[in-house]
């Protein structure tokens, strides 16, 4: 069975650009959440969407944004990248919404800004 | 909001056993996570806490006071291969969130 799968790995990326990062769940998993992780730090929770709404947003600014399709894969969008965005944009996905249940990762974008 | 304070790094033998500590403040309670993350890789799931309590799975337990704010994940048997970081994630009122971690490594 095929885990959460998220493309590309690697990106490297200008200041003031745009980029776009994709994510797969695992088949029948309904909530996506994207974490940054930058190194030497935990994952920081960024958004959370279930069925295609918006559950949760963490401290970020608007600069990020993301959604959910019908096949609940997702995107996170970053627009005007800073040298500071540079990190590992790892994705989760969970059966529901639900507060108790375990989160499933992906293997993570690894996004440089130069 | 949420704290959680983890110790930043430790260091234990291969075959000891050790113990991670992490408290935390959350607005609301539904459970803790730990996860483990070997470097350059996704977090994995180790286990989850919502009653006070020890849970035992094979050579890892973890422990939950939610009156002390205060959880810990103990590792025993210790392998070359239990060399990662540990996070310790209370589940509150919003989605999971994530201490910084406690990167151990196992030395022989």
């Known amino acids: 069975d095929a885990g959460v799968t998220q493309s590309p790995t690697h990106l490297i990326k200008t200041r003031g650009q745009q980029v776009t990062l994709r994510c797969s769940p695992i088949s029948g998993h309904k909530s996506v959440s994207w974490y940054q992780q930058v190194l030497g730090q935990g994952p920081q929770f960024i958004f959370q969407y279930y069925e295609k709404e918006e559950r949760g947003r963490g401290n970020f600014p608007d600069r990020f944004s993301a959604r959910q399709f019908p096949n609940y894969s997702s995107e996170l969008n970053v627009n005007a990248l800073l040298l500071g965005d540079s990190a590992l944009y790892l994705c989760a996905s969970s059966p529901h919404g639900g507060e108790n249940t375990e989160a499933f990762f992906g293997q993570g974008t690894r996004l440089t800004v130069v | 909001g949420q704290n959680i304070d983890q110790p930043t790094e430790m260091t234990a033998t291969e075959g000891a056993i050790v113990q991670i500590n992490c408290t935390y403040q959350?607005?609301?309670?539904?459970?803790l996570f730990w996860y483990q993350q070997h470097a350059g890789e996704a977090p994995t799931f180790l286990s989850y806490n919502v009653l006070d309590g020890l849970e035992e799975k094979g050579r890892f337990s973890s422990f939950l006071s939610r009156s002390k704010g205060y959880s810990y994940l103990l590792l025993k048997e210790l392998q070359m291969k239990d060399s990662a970081s540990y996070l310790c994630?209370?589940?509150?009122?919003?989605?999971?969130?994530f201490g910084k971690g406690t990167r151990l490594s196992v030395i022989a």
């Open positions: 959350t607005s609301g309670f539904n459970g």
């Open positions: 994630a209370p589940r509150g009122n919003t989605p999971l969130v």
